[in-house]
């Protein structure tokens, strides 16, 4: 007999409970929080949940609903725990009540369904799939419905499980699910089409062999009536695109026609699925041949997608010119994560962003990073946010910010224009002008405003074909910064930001323009709108990076604005001040440190500094922020150095103290103030002596630096690297705890860490000569590895260059014997970095390998005379050492040979060699 409750009261009681949860009270919605939460010490708790989700019909939905939603965190908390009676109820009411009459309860049934799966195992369940398979074709639509919705929460959720499982369900399972494509009803079809997408992504073997009914089912469906079942197949042909294209390739002319219609759908979410299509298409080899006839008709609708809806308006409020005033929501600001430093020896040649994933910025009018630089592609971002688990949840209400920041049609559209342009060039703007023209000047302010988005869209695969109308339309673009509307003075700072390049490296144009442009982004950071105050500050960073020293004339009056912004900004946009002015700190470096300046920018930073506590993460940018000024300032951070190093062991200390092996710990406070010591030790230098002595800092380092967390290790490898500059004499002490530890660590599997640890221990090198002798053969084996590893960060690779050089330089008898396994891919690395110290210091190693090993390069010689050459101006130690290298191999040769070799070489490199080397 199935289990009844014991007490009537009870029942009524968490009914009550349930009831008064849905108060707009908050204080009553925390006193039954609070109390619903001490009912879990009861094991029949659960019971009761389960049977007012499942047996309470004359309820109201919503009650019953949240006792259901309740139980499933319960169950996500503390399933292990539930006693075995507890377990079986549960899944026994579940499929009971998967026909129920309400939606509500069939979809809150599966969230309950496959939360129990995910925390143990479908084979744990063995029931599960048997049932729900045998409610598929049961006359009851509604029980059909309810089984087909537990299963596409079961294929989201558990893919996995269900591709490996021994009994290979998804043998009958695909099958069945695309019999059901033609279903009479469209909520079992969307379902359908729903749970076979889950299984395009990975290739699962169970669809591969049954992909042409797959296929030939979708194809049926394309012009279904139903919304939901064309987002479904729009999603599917987007993955198909990816992983299967050579199947819709017979189909293709057919598959954009629809996608062109379909990206005009009246209904948003299905023309935004549809517009994944161009993105995805953009990454094909086939896509300039299949896209070509089609460019007239697509490019009009990415623009016409690309322009703000009205609900978009009312959610931003976008008629609201002066905000400044209303406090900023705490759902508004996003959790802050900080990157760890990455380090290099040439610090002046950071790859720039990829700009495809900077368009999130522009689209997005609520975003805390400051120069656009996402993790992820836009369609990998809205693949990613489809997998949040707290999305069952969702009642689709939705907040302001939560809908304002969400992957949308307008930003699809955007990225999609972005990367199409950097296909087709400047082939596409005889077709995208006139458009450009109508939009730039049309009436309507939200179209202007979206012509001035596809203007940055195609910012950089049009730039040159742009060339001739960029005076122009840089001029348009600066008045409009003028503009009444807020919206279209936040959108044309992120387009301007798109043509810094052009502003600052073209000298007629930077003339003309940039003092222009510098002085309106200053007023733009000082409006009165929120949403343009942060879009001119990302802006004003990209210019930073883009001028650098060039800004130097203008300092005043740029700190003199960015310190009154501190006076006008609220919680959010001063995170994004933080990064405008750690941006400007490392765009110009020492130009910064003079009294005046000093005197204007610190005094905001340092209140700042003094009113944040320990554990506020409004921390991080700030601690940023500083550890660029400190590496800026030099000397000039002194007063103000002993304070904030004593402040960041403390972080480092309490964080180490915290944790324990069963503490999940917060690190970020660690790893950020691990980083300003970094910038510290560069900044000060030798000043940091004293500090560094007063202090238990290298025995924290030791600690940091054998920490699980990839992150930790790659700030403690980083600070390692600029103590040894800076203070070597403390390192030494602990360099046979040190040296091992690096050597462990260069794995190129986490990039950064290795990274740093190879630049670690290039600096070290330098510092104690041949003491390294006993560790170079297991380093240099690793360093040869990944110098000669196919897709190796950029990075990565020039620092593994400079450091075997160094090795080389402190101990060449050791490394000169495997000159051959590793001289073609350094000198490739080396060849495009500028002139400087790091350079220098590889090249006199390389020097001395080649002097003692010349047969190690001889078959790579072409290469060895092409590094060389990439020097303008070689130190006079360093370029004796080249001439007498060139001119011995000249010798060895002999004339003939010589000649036959440097007739082979590209002619300016011939050139170089004989006007710099006489060779």
């Known amino acids: 007999m199935s289990w009844q409750p014991v007490q009537v009261d009870d029942l009524q009681q968490i009914l009550t409970l349930l009831r008064q949860s849905q108060s707009p009270d908050t204080q009553i919605q925390r006193q039954v929080q609070a109390r619903l939460e001490s009912l879990n010490q009861y094991p029949d708790f659960n019971k009761y949940l389960v049977y007012i989700l499942t047996k309470l019909l004359d309820e109201q939905e919503a009650t019953r609903s949240l006792s259901g939603l309740i139980l499933k965190n319960n169950a996500k908390s503390h399933y292990e725990k539930f006693p075995d009676d507890v377990r079986s109820y549960i899944k026994q009411e579940c499929l009971s009540a998967l026909g129920d009459r309400s939606p509500l309860i069939r979809a809150t049934v599966g969230i309950l369904i496959t939360t129990i799966v995910t925390k143990g195992s479908l084979e744990q369940w063995p029931a599960l799939l048997e049932h729900l398979y045998s409610c598929l074709d049961s006359p009851d639509v509604n029980l059909c419905e309810g089984a087909f919705g537990s299963l596409q929460k079961i294929c989201e959720d558990s893919a996995d499980q269900l591709e490996n499982a021994p009994s290979q369900p998804l043998n009958v399972l695909i099958p069945k699910f695309i019999q059901f494509f033609l279903h009479s009803h469209s909520k ?44 479904h197949v729009c999603r599917a042909l987007v993955m198909l695109v990816e992983v299967r294209i050579e199947r819709l390739i017979p189909h293709m002319q057919q598959i954009i026609e629809y996608m062109l219609l379909t990206s005009q759908d009246g209904d948003d979410a299905v023309a935004l699925e549809a517009c994944e299509f161009w993105l995805m298409i953009a990454d094909q080899p086939i896509c300039r041949d299949v896209l070509q006839p089609y460019l007239d008709k697509l490019l009009p609708i990415l623009c016409k997608n690309m322009k703000y809806s009205e609900i978009d308006i009312i959610i931003l409020q976008g008629d609201i010119d002066e905000d400044e005033h209303i406090p900023d929501r705490v759902e508004d600001i996003r959790p802050r994560f900080h990157r760890a430093r990455t380090r290099q020896h040439n610090q002046n040649l950071l790859d720039n962003n990829d700009s495809t994933s900077q368009l999130n910025n522009a689209t997005d009018t609520n975003n805390n990073s400051t120069t656009a630089t996402p993790p992820n592609s836009q369609s990998d971002q809205h693949l990613q946010d489809d997998e949040d688990d707290d999305d069952d949840d969702d009642d689709g209400s939705g907040t302001n910010a939560d809908q304002a920041t969400e992957w949308n049609l307008r930003k699809c559209s955007a990225a999609a224009l972005d990367v199409l342009s950097n ?40 730039s040159f074909g742009l060339t001739p109308h960029l005076p122009d339309l840089v001029d348009y673009l600066i008045k409009c910064l003028n503009d009444k509307k807020p919206l279209v003075r936040s959108i044309t700072c992120w387009t301007l930001s798109r043509y810094s390049t052009w502003i600052v490296h073209n000298e007629v144009q930077q003339n003309k323009f940039l003092i222009p442009l510098m002085s309106e982004l200053l007023k733009r950071i000082l409006d009165a709108n929120k949403k343009v105050q942060e879009a001119a500050c990302s802006a004003f960073a990209t210019l930073e990076e883009e001028a650098c020293v060039q800004m130097v004339p203008y300092l005043k009056q740029i700190l003199e604005t960015l310190v009154l912004a501190f006076r006008k900004y609220q919680a959010k946009n001063l995170l994004i001040l933080y990064d405008a002015i750690g941006t400007l700190a490392d765009s110009v470096g020492t130009h910064l440190n003079r009294p005046d300046y000093i005197q204007l920018l610190m005094p905001p930073l340092i209140e700042r500094w003094n009113v944040l506590r320990n554990d506020d993460k409004d921390l991080f940018p700030l601690l940023e922020c500083l550890s660029s000024i400190a590496t800026a300032l030099q000397t000039g951070f002194l007063p103000y150095c002993e304070p904030v190093f004593v402040r960041c062991i403390v972080l480092v200390q309490q964080t180490l103290e915290a944790s324990g092996p069963d503490t999940p710990l917060d690190k970020d406070f660690m790893i950020v103030a691990l980083d300003l010591l970094s910038g510290l030790a560069e900044g000060l230098g030798s000043n940091i002596d004293t500090l560094v002595e007063r202090s238990n800092l290298l025995t924290l380092l030791e600690r940091c630096a054998q920490d699980s967390m990839a992150e930790v290790r790659q700030s403690s490898f980083a600070l390692l690297g600029d103590l040894t500059k800076a203070c070597f004499h403390h390192v030494r002490k602990h360099l046979n705890f040190f040296l091992p530890l690096l050597t462990q660590n260069l794995n190129p599997q986490h990039v950064s860490v290795c990274n740093n640890a190879i630049w670690a221990i290039g600096e070290i090198a ?82 001395n390998m080649i002097i003692l090993n010349p047969l190690g390069v001889t078959s790579e010689f072409i290469y060895v005379c092409d590094a060389i050459a990439s020097w303008e101006k070689p130190p006079v130690e360093l370029h004796a050492k080249f001439r007498d290298i060139l001119q011995s191999f000249k010798q060895e040769f002999g004339n003939e040979q010589w000649k036959q070799l440097t007739d082979r070489f590209p002619l300016p490199l011939k050139q170089r060699l004989q006007v710099h080397y006489g060779v």
């Open 423 to 462: 296909v087709f060039r400047e082939t596409i703007l005889p077709i995208l002008l006139p458009i450009l023209r109508e939009m730039l000047f049309h009436t309507n302010w939200q179209i202007k405003e979206s012509g001035i988005l596809v203007l940055g869209a195609i910012a950089e695969g049009c």
């Open 766 to 847: 330098v510092q104690i000569g041949s003491e390294i002798q006993p560790f170079v053969s297991v380093i240099l084996e690793s360093l040869i590895l990944i110098v000669n590893r196919n897709n190796t960060p950029k990075t990565l690779l020039e620092n593994t260059a400079i450091t075997i050089g160094r090795l080389g330089l402190v101990c060449p008898n050791d490394v000169s014997s495997q000159l051959a396994r590793f001289i073609r891919p350094w000198c490739v690395a080396l060849r495009n970095i500028r002139d400087n110290d790091e350079k220098d210091s590889a090249f006199r190693g390389i020097c």
């Open 188 to 231: 079992v079809r969307s379902h359908a089409i729903a749970c076979v997408n889950e299984f395009i992504t990975p290739r699962a073997t169970a669809l591969m062999s049954n992909i042409d009914s797959f296929l030939e089912n979708l194809f049926q469906l394309a012009n279904d009536t139903d919304s939901d079942v064309r987002k």
